[in-house]
């Protein structure tokens, strides 16, 4: 599977990171044509870097970037999405107040990136609970990472459960994109402890069963 990630930061390197560990081809676009090369080359594995301005080539395109952010990458780049899988990351998180999300209460990244989108774009959460730092081995004391998703199309969703096991971690796929809403307040909650636990942003958030 070709995989393209839009976004050279911090998440973009890990969601990266796994994906070349499973195998797959892996693009890189950003903004700043000079990341991508940068991030591409640590990637390895074949990974290459596309202009900001060049085709989109992934089957699946993950938009690794912050929620303010996304409205205009998908502006620029919605001609090219109609027929992709899209993998949505981010938490709306206000980050004046780091308070609360801001979008209303019934809806979520997600669902507010799907209006954005040519009708019929299939739309999977992924990876907003999981942060960059444990994404770089997919593991945290030597257990797989949860990835937890939602979304409507089921096709979509084994795409990204590929992707996630082909990286080492464990796909939970919790339903329809409307359950974003729960995902990203799980984030929430996991941003907000690392001050009181000192942990900085290397903890897991694990399902046992």
């Known amino acids: ?52 301005d060049g085709p989109i080539g992934g089957d699946l395109v993950v938009l690794a970037l912050y929620y303010a952010s996304i409205a205009e990458a998908v502006e620029q780049y ?14 709306p998180l ?20 799907q209006k954005l989108l040519p009708d019929g774009t299939k739309v999977v959460k992924a990876f907003c ?8 081995t997919g593991e945290k004391n030597g257990v797989p990472l949860d990835v937890p998703m939602a979304g409507d199309d089921e096709d979509a969703k084994r795409k990204v459960a590929a992707l996630v096991e082909g990286g080492g971690m464990r796909p939970i796929d919790l339903g329809p994109l409307r359950r974003a809403r729960q995902l990203e307040n799980a984030t ?19 399902i046992l069963d």
């Open 94 to 113: 206000d980050w004046d107040t780091m308070d609360g999300f801001v979008i209303p209460a019934d809806t979520s990244a997600a669902e507010e990136v």
């Open 1 to 52: 599977m070709k995989v393209t990630i839009i976004g050279a930061g911090n998440m973009g390197r890990g969601i990266g990171m796994r994906a070349v560990a499973g195998g797959h081809d892996v693009e890189v676009i950003d903004r700043n044509p000079e990341d991508a090369q940068t991030l591409a080359a640590e990637l390895g594995g074949g990974a290459t870097a596309v202009e900001p």
């Open 78 to 91: 919605r001609d090219q999405l109609g027929d992709k899988v899209v993998v949505e990351i981010s938490v």
């Open 129 to 136: 609970t999981t942060f960059a730092r444990t994404l770089q």
């Open 188 to 206: 929430f909650l996991h941003m907000a402890a690392q001050k009181p636990l000192g942990a900085g942003f290397d903890t897991a958030l694990k």
